[in-house]
């Protein structure tokens, strides 16, 4: 279920032993974002820890989707073979009041999707997504939402995904 075959990279779901590679992976989201609230001066890396904790408690959770693909050489060229993983992306979905614009109030998240720079341009992050709107689908959310940066744009645009009518404020306490 949600597992891609045929064209494009082999997607899976990510287990306990990706861990290190899912944070890895997470911390690079944010420093390709950049700015200040994505990466604030005051932040230190104390959060790296907090994200694994949640990680570990998530990757068996109903209402969360963690899929990755595997690298398929030695990531940082130092000859020992590690293959890493090339990406994740991360999913959620939310039970809501159910109204006129959503049937069953189950709305979905796509959390984050990041491939790693060395293996860019292969179709990771297409797959991964695809993989993701398949979950969804299944599980008959009523609406996905996501933050696009630039650069995802365009492949979440050829995947359906459009201008969302709400404007989107936040508040931080």
Known sequence: MGQRKGNG??????????????????????????????????????????????????????????????????????????????????????????????????IGHVIGVVTDPSYRRRGHSRSIMRSLLDWFEEREVARVDLYASAEGEPLYRELGFTDHPDPALYWRP
């Open 9 to 106: 990279p082999a997607v899976r779901q990510a287990v306990e032993y990706d861990l290190v590679e899912l944070v890895r992976l997470r911390a690079l989201l944010f420093e390709n974002l950049g700015g200040h609230f994505f990466s604030p001066a005051s932040a230190d890396d104390d959060w790296l820890d907090a994200l694994a904790v949640v990680l570990k408690e998530q990757l068996t959770a109903d209402a969360v989707r963690i899929l990755v693909v595997d690298g398929d050489g030695d990531r940082d060229g130092d000859g020992d073979g590690d293959r890493g993983l090339a990406a994740c992306g991360i999913a959620t979905i939310e039970q809501r009041l159910p109204g006129p614009h959503l049937r069953n109030g189950r």
